[in-house]
């Protein structure tokens, strides 16, 4: 028998999913409440007790983790242009899991400095400028962050010309300074892959101690990732497959949680329709975005406002007067869960608001243009509307008896026709929990996470 044991930190639970590789089999999953405070190892010991409980006494041949725990990877992302540099920092920080907690373009000035230090960000990613290009604003911000006061690791990943000189002026006042690849070598082109794996290595070496999670290094083999990271990871090997396993081709997944939605796609986003010009910065294969208003319970008065009362009172059948007093009552009592058919109701209708919310943000959409020649179109981010498979996962969309009719948010919509979004698609359901959990074993076991991913999401 070759069991492994797969371990997510949360920030509230801590989950686990014990799997045989041999058999390909969820052997039994379980959950504790995360104790960082305190000392990690008790919500760890909590959810084993509860599988064990389960399963019998197992043993591990290998234990691997993730954490989002203690707020997760918390970054700031520093560039030139808000649409060029400083877009491209932002997505190479979300594709490594953190939560951006700020971007920050043009010269910083004392009082973001200021901002910056009251953030307490975990790392800071430094870009700006085209290879060649711009030099002199990444200089003037690495000398305003080498005075930030606070001894934070800085990524830099800007105009390769003068990155030798950003490295010397922050080296001397910061103990971690890590040059990588330009995130945008050339206009309009994307290089954020090297920049993911440099802010993965600060987090498993220097993050993982910072918030206490080293406490389970004695049971841990490896912290591999941070969990949105691990998400990431599971989807793209759903969907371009490993070894000879093939994959299910381009495809999204959306999990909702109580403070944030995060939306994945893995797809290229080419134009489908002919006559359309692709313009913009160029999009990631695998792309995350994380929408800190669009949440279940801690940014439920958030969604409120971003969504509006009245579409959550659409979607549910309800007054808007009821709509809003529910969703301000979850976020008063996070612990509070449906207790009426109409609350039901309410509570499905907030999380399909998150989830059109947050695709809508995520997916590319069409500008229209109009010339002496007549109208054209330019699309700036994907085209989605050809994916067919949207996986939910995420507490509202496992536990609730309707999950499908959550999902439809993501659905295109005839009213709105500029937003790419998917005109037809299957959701398949996270119903075990496991997405991160197959991120963390396709490290090991590419090929063996996508056929249990289609073992336990896909067909079932």
């Known amino acids: 028998m070759n069991n492994v044991l797969l371990i997510d930190f949360g920030s509230t639970y801590t989950k686990i999913t014990a799997v045989?590789?041999?058999?390909?089999?969820?052997?039994?999953?379980?959950?504790?409440?995360?104790?960082?405070?305190?000392?990690?190892?008790?919500?760890?010991?909590?959810?084993?007790?509860?599988?064990?409980?389960?399963?019998?006494?197992?043993?591990?041949?290998?234990?691997?983790?993730?954490?989002?725990?203690?707020?997760?990877l918390k970054m700031i992302a520093v560039g030139l242009v808000p649409e060029m540099t400083a877009e491209a920092a932002k997505r190479a920080a979300l594709g490594a899991g953190a939560k951006v907690l700020k971007v920050f373009t043009h010269e910083l000035n004392e009082y973001e400095i200021e901002e910056i230090a009251g953030l307490k960000p975990d790392i800071i990613l430094l870009a700006g400028g085209t290879d060649g290009g711009n030099q002199k604003v990444i200089l003037h911000n690495a000398r305003m962050l080498a005075e930030l006061g606070l001894d934070v690791p800085v990524v830099v990943a800007g105009n390769k010309s003068v990155a030798p000189a950003v490295v010397k002026i922050l080296s001397e006042k910061l103990s971690v300074v890590r040059p990588t690849e330009n995130v945008m070598p050339k206009l309009d082109e994307l290089n954020i892959e090297p920049a993911r794996a440099v802010i993965r290595d600060i987090f498993l070496k220097r993050i993982t101690e910072a918030k206490g999670l080293n406490r389970a290094n004695k049971m841990v083999d490896r912290m591999v990732m941070p969990t949105p990271a691990a998400v990431l990871r599971a989807a793209e090997l759903l969907s371009q497959g490993a070894g000879k396993e093939p994959g299910l081709g381009d495809l999204m997944v959306v999990d909702i949680g109580g403070a944030t939605t995060d939306v994945y796609s893995i797809a290229k986003g080419d134009p489908t329709v002919g006559g359309v010009n692709l313009k913009g910065l160029a999009e990631p294969f695998g792309k995350?975005?994380?929408?800190?208003?669009?949440?279940?319970?801690?940014?439920?008065?958030?969604?409120?406002k971003a969504a509006g009362a009245e579409l959550?009172?659409?979607?549910?059948?309800?007054?808007?007067?009821?709509?809003?007093?529910?969703?301000?009552?979850v976020e008063a009592d996070i612990d509070h869960l449906p207790q009426t058919e109409a609350e039901a109701r309410i509570e499905i209708a907030m999380g399909k608001a998150c989830v059109r919310l947050g695709a809508d943000r995520h997916v590319g959409h069409l500008i229209t243009y109009f010339t002496p020649m007549g109208s054209s179109f330019v699309q700036h981010g994907k085209d989605l509307t050809k994916v067919t498979a949207v996986i939910g996962t995420g507490g509202v969309i496992v536990n609730n008896p309707e999950p499908e009719e959550i999902l439809k948010g993501i659905l295109f919509d005839e009213a709105d026709p500029l937003v790419l979004k998917p005109k037809e698609a299957r959701?398949?359901?996270?119903?075990?929990?496991?997405?991160?959990?197959?991120?963390?074993?396709?490290?090991?076991?590419?090929?063996?996470?996508?056929?249990?991913?289609?073992?336990?999401?896909?067909t079932k």
């Open 427 to 458: 959701f398949p359901i996270d119903k075990e929990y496991i997405m991160s959990a197959m991120g963390l074993l396709g490290e090991e076991y590419p090929q063996v996470a996508v056929r249990m991913m289609k073992k336990y999401i896909v």
């Open 312 to 329: 959550i009172a659409e979607f549910a059948g309800v007054t808007e007067a009821e709509a809003a007093a529910y969703v301000l009552k």
């Open 288 to 304: 995350r975005t994380v929408e800190g208003d669009l949440g279940m319970r801690y940014s439920a008065g958030a969604l409120l």
């Open 20 to 72: 045989d590789v041999e058999q390909e089999q969820v052997l039994g999953t379980a959950r504790g409440i995360t104790t960082v405070e305190t000392d990690i190892m008790d919500g760890l010991n909590q959810a084993l007790a509860a599988l064990t409980a389960k399963t019998g006494k197992l043993e591990f041949e290998k234990v691997l983790a993730c954490s989002s725990a203690a707020g997760g």
